[in-house]
């Protein structure tokens, strides 16, 4: 089971695409991984938070940060496919 104690940030970002590539890039490598998404604008995001995201060209309350975690011993091996595969 993957905890807190015994997992690594491999990806962080706000691209819904990247963080799709990488998801299928651990995948077909058989490396298990879990994901966090966090919401930038959510209920106590400050107004003028939201309409810079909209302003910027996102959509406004659509602005998520995704991470994805991998176990201690795969991370090595999960950054280069990362670094190394730029498209699937």
Not at 12 to 37: A, H, Q, T, W
């Amino acid at each position: 089971m993957m905890t807190v104690f015994n997992r690594s940030s491999c990806y962080v970002g706000f691209d819904l695409e990247e963080f799709s590539r990488v998801r299928e890039l651990l995948s077909r490598n058989g490396i298990p991984y879990k994901c966090k998404m966090r919401s930038e604008s959510g209920p106590y995001a400050p107004q003028g938070a939201v309409q810079g995201n909209a302003e910027l060209g996102g959509a406004a309350g659509l602005m998520v940060e995704y991470e994805i975690f991998v176990y201690k011993q795969d991370l090595a091996k999960a950054q280069h496919l990362i670094k190394t595969s730029h498209s699937f």
